[in-house]
């Protein structure tokens, strides 16, 4: 009788973050802004019509998610609502967006200081957590799968714009947030705040080229602007004025030797 014998395939190591964001950097900063604009039209609602009150739970995420994906839709990014009917978890929304790009499929998800949620029931969600290939239709028409699924996790601050935005690779699934293993986890940087670095760090580069420039400049020219007094470096500090001004009655040889001093003193230096 033939034994069958079962040989178990090690799976694909999960990619890591410096690798993962070599292909999706420009898509994070676009799921950045979309996040942005819907916490903005999100903040603008409750200003005008809630006359101050608090904004509902679940709604402030179902708006900042619309927003999201009408935002993709324009910059020609196709994001799909995924409702999870068995999900059973009352503290977060029950839709999220998925996209997929590069071979990722990305679910965006609300969650609260970064702890990605818990699967519940959802199978579909278990599945994803769990690195199962998600099967979707390409704009070739032609049927594709997932290599990877990245976790796009985000959170309000506490005047509801968005706080922080984390991009995390899941590993192992979990009914609960605390069962949930992820291979990996950072936080992503807002675009605004990288537009304003670099070009604080534009600025100081251009100051130092000019600074640089000036000392060329100084030492084509033979001036010695290391052994200048401040006075002479900077000519900022106004010069006191001598109790003994010069009368007409000084000649003009002795004007004539004193600039001769100067320039056999500058030649000598």
């Known amino acids: 009788m033939q034994k069958l014998s079962l040989i178990c395939v090690d799976p694909e190591p999960l990619p890591s973050y410096g690798e993962v964001m070599k292909e999706v950097e420009s898509l994070?900063?676009?799921?950045?802004?979309?996040l942005d604009v819907g916490a903005t039209v999100c903040r603008k609602y409750y200003d005008e019509n809630c006359d101050g009150e608090n904004p509902e739970a679940h709604l402030r995420e179902m708006i900042v998610r619309d927003q999201a994906k009408r935002y993709l839709a324009k910059n020609g990014l196709r994001a799909t609502e995924l409702k999870e009917r068995?999900?059973?978890?009352?503290?977060?929304?029950?839709i999220s967006l998925l996209i997929h790009y590069k071979g990722f499929a990305l679910r965006v998800l609300k969650?609260?200081?970064?702890?990605?949620?818990?699967?519940g029931l959802s199978r579909r969600r278990k599945e994803f957590y769990s690195q199962v290939s998600v099967r979707y239709v390409g704009d070739d028409g032609k049927p594709a799968g997932s290599d990877t699924n990245l976790l796009v996790l985000w959170d309000f601050a506490p005047s509801f714009g968005i706080g922080r935005v984390w991009l995390a690779c899941p590993e192992v699934a979990g009914a609960r947030s605390?069962?949930?293993?992820l291979a990996w986890q950072e936080l992503i940087p807002s675009p605004v705040i990288q537009e304003a670095r670099?070009?604080?760090?534009l600025s100081?580069?251009?100051?130092?080229?000019?600074?640089?420039?000036?000392e060329i400049e100084d030492l084509l020219l033979g001036t010695d602007t290391a052994r200048s007094s401040p006075d002479e470096k900077v000519g900022l500090l106004p010069?006191?004025?001598s109790s003994h001004p010069i009368t007409s009655a000084t000649s003009a040889a002795?004007?004539?030797?004193?600039?001769?001093?100067?320039?056999?003193?500058?030649a000598s230096a």
């Not at 670099?198 to 760090?201: F, R, T, V, W």
């Open 204 to 214: 100081e580069a251009a100051q130092i080229d000019v600074i640089a420039e000036q």
């Open 86 to 94: 068995r999900l059973r978890l009352a503290t977060e929304p029950l």
């Open 111 to 119: 969650a609260k200081r970064g702890i990605p949620p818990g699967c």
């Open 254 to 266: 002795e004007l004539e030797e004193g600039a001769d001093d100067r320039q056999s003193n500058k």
């Open 239 to 241: 010069q006191k004025t």
């Open 28 to 34: 994070m900063r676009l799921l950045y802004e979309s």
């Open 178 to 181: 605390q069962d949930v293993v």
């Open 198 to 201: 670099s070009q604080e760090a």
